[in-house]
């Protein structure tokens, strides 16, 4: 999946019972930007790869901070090695267009909790589940959808059949940035 990775810009938009805000996301390789359009605390985070360290940039404070990444590789391959056979996203088969892309629609159910993701596999993977710390869970996910690569544009979270959460992907620009 490393070899088929999203290179451009795109616009993920979030949405919570209260809450909205959305962030502008440019990924090259393995190197993420991302500017968070907040009205509570509106900034940028920039991330490298093979780096353990990200960047918080704070314009109105004009100051930045270096934050510790957490190594999550170990975890979520455990987690990947547990499953074993086992799938815990339902693939539909039920397909629609977003953004102009063919989206296939996973659902995963725990209780009373529900997710329903739309995920492409036209884009190439997406930036986060990139680069040798998340090999595993981007391997366990071509696993589980059975698709070549795993960009998901839309996700939905219920509980007890409320949406509680919502993300959705938006003008995507699949482009070579400098």
Known sequence: QAEESFEGKYTMEMSGKKDKASMTIWTKDSHIRMAVASKDMPGEMI??????????IMPAQRMYMEMQIPDMSGKMKDQAEKSGDEVPFEKTGNTKEIEGFEA???VYEEG????VIWATEELGSMPMARGPARQGFADAMQKVTGLSAFFPLEMIGYKKGKEQYRMRIKDIEKKELS
């Open 112 to 115: 009373k909790e529900k997710m």
């Open 47 to 56: 991330m490298r790869d093979g780096m353990s360290t990200m960047l918080m």
């Open 104 to 106: 296939h629609e996973f």
